[in-house]
């Protein structure tokens, strides 16, 4: 599975921002994925999760209210909304997959990973 993130950019505070996360390969619909982030000096944790059916999520408590995660299977796509972008969301974003159908807030847990996308936001 490979996976290419994209959509991040430059913004103000309160913006929005839509990341999309591209998988290819097959069995899209079988795997847990999540987004991540990694700001300098940070380790990576946990944004936002969902299971191969979409029904199942997390969300880090921080953007609980504003992010929301979603997926395609049908474009084996899956997607983070961001709202109301605050300067400390700030970071590399990625995405990753696990093979497993069910989403997991640990990196360990996932087994393939995108390259970032940077997401700045000004105060």
């Known amino acids: 599975v490979q996976l290419q993130a994209y959509g991040g950019g430059l913004v103000q505070a309160g913006d929005s921002l839509r990341l999309s996360c591209a998988a290819s390969?097959?069995?899209?619909?079988?795997?847990?994925m999540g987004w991540f982030r990694q700001a300098p000096g940070k380790e990576r944790d946990a944004v936002a999760a969902?299971?191969?059916?979409?029904?199942?999520?997390f969300y880090k408590d921080s953007v609980k209210g504003r992010f929301t995660i979603s997926r395609d299977n049908a474009k084996n796509t899956v997607y983070l909304q961001m709202n109301s972008l605050k300067p400390e969301d700030t970071a590399v974003y990625y995405c990753?997959?696990?093979?497993?159908?069910?989403?997991?807030?640990?990196?360990?847990?996932?087994?393939?990973w995108g390259l970032g996308t940077q997401v700045t936001v000004s105060s």
């Open positions: 390969g097959r069995n899209f619909s079988m795997y847990g």
């Open positions: 969902v299971s191969w059916s979409g029904t199942g999520t």
């Open positions: 990753a997959a696990r093979d497993r159908p069910y989403y997991s807030d640990r990196p360990n847990d996932y087994h393939y």
